[in-house]
C-alpha cells in the first residue's frame, strides 16, 4: 500500500470514529432526557477520546453496546460532578451581577472574578479526572483544580486547541455535521491527559 492510500485510509477511519462518537453522544444525550443525558455523554466521549491519546492503554471497542456500558456507568458521578459545577457557575455569575450593580466593591469584584477563572479552569480538567480517577466528588473538584493550578502553561494551550477547533469548523462546516462534540473536546482530551500523565510521573 503506497504512503497516500495510507493517509488516505488513516483520514477515513478517524472520519468514521468521530462521526459515531457525535452520533452516540447526541442519541445517548436524548435518551437521558437531555438535561440528564448530556454530562455523561461529555464523560463517555473523553473517555474515548484519552484511552485513543494514551499510548499505554488500548482503545476502547467503540460500539453502540460499549458506549452505552461506560455511559451508564458515567450516569450518576458525571451527573452530579455537571450539576454541582454548573451551579456554582450560576452562584459566581449572579454574586457578580450583585456586586456590579448594587455592591460596587473592587476587593469583592476582582474575589469572585478570580474564583471564576478558577473554576474555569477547574472545568477544563473536571471530567477527564472523572475517566481516569476513583475519587469523590470533593475529590474530583480538588484534583481538578490542583491540574489547573499546576498546569497554567497546558491550560493555556488547551484553550487555544478549541479556538483552532473552531477555526476549522468555520472553515469547514461539514465537520460540525461529522464531528462537533469530539472536536472540541480533543483538545481537552490531549492536554488533560498530558496534565495527568505529567501529575501521576511527579508522583512516582
Same mark, same amino acid.
Given at each position: 500500500?503506497?504512503?497516500?492510500?495510507?493517509?488516505?485510509?488513516?483520514?477515513?477511519?478517524? &472520519?468514521?470514529?468521530?462521526?459515531?462518537?457525535?452520533?452516540?453522544?447526541?442519541?445517548? =444525550?436524548?435518551?437521558?432526557?437531555?438535561?440528564?443525558?448530556?454530562?455523561?455523554? /461529555?464523560?463517555?466521549?473523553?473517555?474515548?477520546?484519552?484511552?485513543?491519546?494514551?499510548?499505554?492503554?488500548?482503545?476502547?471497542?467503540?460500539?453502540?453496546? =460499549?458506549?452505552?456500558?461506560?455511559?451508564?456507568?458515567? %450516569?450518576?458521578?458525571?451527573?452530579?460532578?455537571?450539576?454541582?459545577?454548573?451551579?456554582?457557575?450560576?452562584?459566581?455569575?449572579?454574586?457578580?451581577?450583585?456586586?456590579?450593580?448594587?455592591?460596587?466593591?473592587?476587593?469583592?469584584?476582582?474575589?469572585? %472574578?478570580? &474564583?471564576?477563572?478558577?473554576?474555569?479552569?477547574?472545568?477544563?480538567?473536571?471530567?477527564?479526572?472523572?475517566?481516569?480517577?476513583?475519587?469523590?466528588?470533593?475529590?474530583?473538584?480538588?484534583?481538578?483544580?490542583?491540574?489547573? /493550578?499546576?498546569?497554567?502553561?497546558?491550560?493555556?494551550?488547551?484553550?487555544?486547541?478549541?479556538?483552532?477547533?473552531?477555526?476549522?469548523?468555520?472553515?469547514?462546516?461539514?465537520?460540525?455535521?461529522?464531528? &462537533?462534540?469530539?472536536?472540541?473536546?480533543?483538545?481537552?482530551?490531549?492536554?488533560?491527559?498530558?496534565?495527568?500523565?505529567?501529575?501521576?510521573?511527579?508522583?512516582?
Amino acid at each position: 500500500m503506497n504512503p497516500t492510500s495510507t493517509k488516505t485510509q488513516i483520514l477515513g477511519n478517524l &472520519l468514521i470514529y468521530l462521526l459515531k462518537l457525535q452520533a452516540f453522544f447526541l442519541v445517548f =444525550t436524548f435518551l437521558g432526557g437531555v438535561v440528564l443525558g448530556i454530562f455523561p455523554s /461529555l464523560a463517555t466521549v473523553l473517555d474515548y477520546l484519552v484511552h485513543s491519546l494514551d499510548k499505554k492503554q488500548d482503545d476502547l471497542n467503540l460500539t453502540f453496546s =460499549t458506549y452505552k456500558k461506560r455511559w451508564s456507568s458515567y %450516569f450518576k458521578s458525571a451527573n452530579l460532578l455537571g450539576f454541582s459545577l454548573s451551579a456554582l457557575f450560576l452562584f459566581l455569575v449572579v454574586d457578580l451581577q450583585i456586586s456590579k450593580s448594587f455592591l460596587h466593591s473592587l476587593p469583592l469584584h476582582l474575589a469572585l %472574578f478570580t &474564583l471564576l477563572v478558577l473554576l474555569l479552569g477547574i472545568a477544563c480538567y473536571l471530567f477527564p479526572s472523572l475517566t481516569r480517577y476513583n475519587l469523590t466528588v470533593l475529590q474530583h473538584f480538588k484534583q481538578a483544580a490542583y491540574l489547573f /493550578l499546576a498546569n497554567l502553561i497546558p491550560t493555556v494551550a488547551m484553550l487555544a486547541g478549541l479556538l483552532l477547533a473552531s477555526a476549522l469548523m468555520t472553515l469547514f462546516p461539514i465537520l460540525v455535521l461529522i464531528g &462537533l462534540v469530539p472536536l472540541l473536546l480533543l483538545p481537552i482530551a490531549h492536554f488533560a491527559l498530558q496534565a495527568m500523565l505529567k501529575v501521576e510521573a511527579n508522583h512516582e
